[in-house]
């Protein structure tokens, strides 16, 4: 097995390895970097291997159209790139010039400067790991849990060994890596962990429109998103990895960033750097255009805390115990996702930013694409349908396997996310409390159906639990789609029918699976600690059913009470 062959060439720019969707028939193809941009409109979303690969493939794209369109823009320019398209000559000629400026840079085996890689990349033993260390969905030492194996794992095409390598420097696990000779932080010939790579540490979101020219304009964010109490926020250094030298084994000045430096925003740069950033040294093995191993090697070091006004694509949340941890005043940390949670029950989170004094500091933020989005007035502009996709990485045993791959998807109209009505907030808050509370009390019946047949609670509590918002999911889905900022008050008073009457029929459910013991019943006492009264109360099915009507009638209350 041999790292690099000469003679060799896969430039991304032209050879097809980007899977897409085209719009007009389904049609799944593999297109070069400039036929995706030059067919943005043409085409629906990008595709792949594997979830998270969508996510770090879109934001190379973007993070080309940053570097072809500069982050330097004001509202009206960002009109006319969205309305113009790639289909326009000028729009295509800036992109086209600058894919053509930095060709030789993707090229996936070039001898001197191979895409994302480091040429001569070597360890003292020159060992090659085989390709379950790149494809991210073959859980760590244990083949029997994925759909690849055999030849599968021995060789892979250069284009999917161009899709994984991308999705490998955004999300590859943190542990023990090969160590490259000539790197000093090398030690015993291991490189000692720095992390997880750093899309790992988000819970990413992209809005996606109707074609991928949509997508990347929805999440194409100025520099004047940044509100102006943040006027020490600079994104002039913002570069992809291709518009700088080579990398070498060595971590890079002013992008490493050492553990002292935790929390110190100067490491960020901006959106272009997050999206290319470089967080592993990589060298694919090669025979020609089949990739048959690869040597992984630490990269640049970078921690997520205060990177709010550099990385657009996760929400943040204020940590305190970063903030004693670092005795920095104010930490935000990106609000990663709950794999357990679905998106929508989030929704308050990001379709409405705080409202708070311009003195006090927020608790949350939203991404910096929605508040580009808002401050575009989209909304008000557009009855725009689209759809905010969630992605991210739940990593375990020290972060040095990949647990669980967060993939969800929510449609809603764009005015929901972009307005800066208060009314619109609230109602939206409103709709996932009323669920919420809803199916506490659900589990709650169920737990007194079990007190009533002389059973434990906690596993009756837990099936209604996880049965209700299986339930719940497809209605708020459906419902909130159909929402918009023009609609905002019958739309709530539709939601608040839907889902009461969707309780009480969760409630009836279960009530005709009551046992005998339940539906007749009875006494249990109980010790008030306080005063030490004991007192009697009679359990029943019937009596459980009409303490939980009390209750969702307080939760969602007939009009006019």
């Known amino acids: 097995m041999s790292i690099g062959n000469d003679n060799t060439s896969f430039n991304l720019m032209d050879r097809q390895w980007l899977q897409v969707i085209m719009k007009q028939n389904g049609a799944v193809l593999e297109l070069s970097i400039k036929e995706t941009l030059r067919r943005a409109k043409d085409i629906e979303c990008l595709t792949g291997d594997n979830t998270i690969q969508q996510f770090a493939l879109v934001r190379l794209l973007e993070a080309i159209v940053y570097g072809s369109l500069g982050n330097d823009f004001n509202e009206d320019a960002w009109w006319g790139l969205y309305e113009r398209g790639p289909e326009d000559e000028d729009v295509w000629h800036r992109i086209e010039q600058y894919c053509d400026a930095y060709h030789d840079r993707f090229d996936l085996f070039d001898a001197k400067q191979p895409f994302y890689q480091v040429a001569g990349l070597h360890t003292a033993k020159h060992e090659v790991s085989g390709l379950e260390r790149i494809i991210l969905d073959v859980p760590a030492g244990d083949r029997l849990f994925t759909i690849r194996g055999g030849e599968s794992l021995q060789t892979m095409s250069a284009a999917e060994a161009a899709r994984w390598l991308v999705t490998v420097q955004a999300f590859d696990p943190s542990g023990i890596k090969s160590g490259a000779v000539g790197d000093p932080r090398v030690k015993g010939g291991k490189g000692y962990p720095i992390g997880v790579a750093w899309s790992g540490h988000l819970g990413g979101y992209i809005c996606e429109g109707n074609d991928l020219w949509t997508t990347l304009m929805l999440n194409y964010v100025s520099r004047h998103a940044i509100s102006a109490g943040h006027m020490d926020v600079d994104w002039t250094t913002d570069t992809p990895i291709w518009e700088r030298p080579p990398l070498t084994q060595c971590a890079q000045d002013g992008y490493d960033q050492p553990a002292e430096s935790t929390g110190?925003?100067?490491?960020?740069?901006?959106?272009?750097?997050?999206?290319?950033?470089?967080?592993?040294?990589?060298?694919?093995?090669?025979?020609?255009?089949?990739?048959?191993?690869?040597?992984?090697?630490?990269?640049?070091?970078?921690?997520?805390?205060?990177?709010?006004?550099?990385?657009?694509?996760?929400?943040?949340?204020?940590?305190?115990?970063?903030?004693?941890?670092?005795?920095?005043?104010?930490?935000?940390?990106?609000?990663?996702?709950?794999?357990?949670?679905?998106?929508?029950?989030?929704?308050?989170?990001?379709?409405?930013?705080?409202?708070?004094?311009?003195?006090?500091?927020?608790?949350?933020?939203?991404?910096?694409?929605?508040?580009?989005?808002?401050?575009?007035?989209?909304?008000?502009?557009?009855?725009?349908?689209?759809?905010?996709?969630?992605?991210?990485?739940?990593?375990?045993?020290?972060?040095?396997?990949?647990?669980?791959?967060?993939?969800?998807?929510?449609?809603?109209?764009?005015?929901?996310?972009?307005?800066?009505?208060?009314?619109?907030?609230?109602?939206?808050?409103?709709?996932?409390?009323?669920?919420?509370?809803?199916?506490?009390?659900?589990?709650?019946?169920?737990?007194?159906?079990?007190?009533?047949?002389?059973?434990?609670?906690?596993?009756?509590?837990?099936?209604?639990?996880?049965?209700?918002?299986?339930?719940?999911?497809?209605?708020?889905?459906?419902?909130?789609?159909?929402?918009?900022?023009?609609?905002?008050?019958?739309?709530?008073?539709?939601?608040?029918?839907?889902?009461?009457?969707?309780?009480?029929?969760?409630?009836?459910?279960?009530?005709?699976?009551?046992?005998?013991?339940?539906?007749?019943?009875?006494?249990?006492?109980?010790?008030n600690p306080k005063t030490g009264e004991t007192t009697s109360r009679h359990y029943d099915a019937a009596v459980a059913q009409i303490w939980f009507r009390a209750k969702i009638n307080t939760i969602i209350p007939k009009e006019g009470e």
């Open 264 to 527: 110190v925003p100067r490491y960020f740069h901006g959106p272009a750097t997050l999206y290319t950033w470089q967080s592993r040294r990589i060298l694919l093995s090669h025979d020609g255009e089949t990739v048959n191993g690869v040597l992984i090697c630490n990269g640049d070091r970078l921690k997520p805390q205060n990177a709010e006004n550099y990385e657009p694509m996760t929400s943040w949340r204020r940590s305190d115990a970063q903030e004693k941890k670092l005795k920095i005043p104010v930490v935000y940390m990106p609000r990663k996702h709950d794999p357990s949670r679905a998106l929508w029950r989030n929704l308050p989170t990001i379709t409405v930013a705080d409202a708070y004094d311009v003195a006090s500091v927020p608790e949350r933020l939203r991404p910096l694409t929605f508040n580009w989005l808002q401050q575009l007035q989209l909304g008000t502009s557009l009855d725009m349908p689209i759809r905010i996709h969630a992605y991210g990485v739940e990593y375990g045993n020290q972060e040095a396997v990949i647990d669980t791959i967060v993939d969800d998807k929510l449609d809603l109209n764009l005015s929901v996310l972009t307005s800066k009505n208060p009314q619109v907030g609230d109602a939206i808050a409103k709709a996932v409390n009323i669920v919420d509370a809803g199916i506490r009390e659900l589990a709650g019946f169920a737990g007194n159906l079990a007190k009533a047949a002389g059973r434990p609670e906690e596993t009756p509590r837990a099936h209604a639990h996880e049965l209700a918002y299986s339930q719940f999911d497809y209605a708020f889905r459906q419902w909130i789609a159909t929402v918009t900022e023009e609609t905002i008050d019958e739309d709530i008073a539709r939601w608040k029918k839907t889902a009461k009457s969707l309780l009480y029929r969760l409630c009836d459910d279960l009530s005709q699976q009551a046992s005998p013991q339940a539906i007749v019943g009875r006494e249990i006492s109980s010790r």
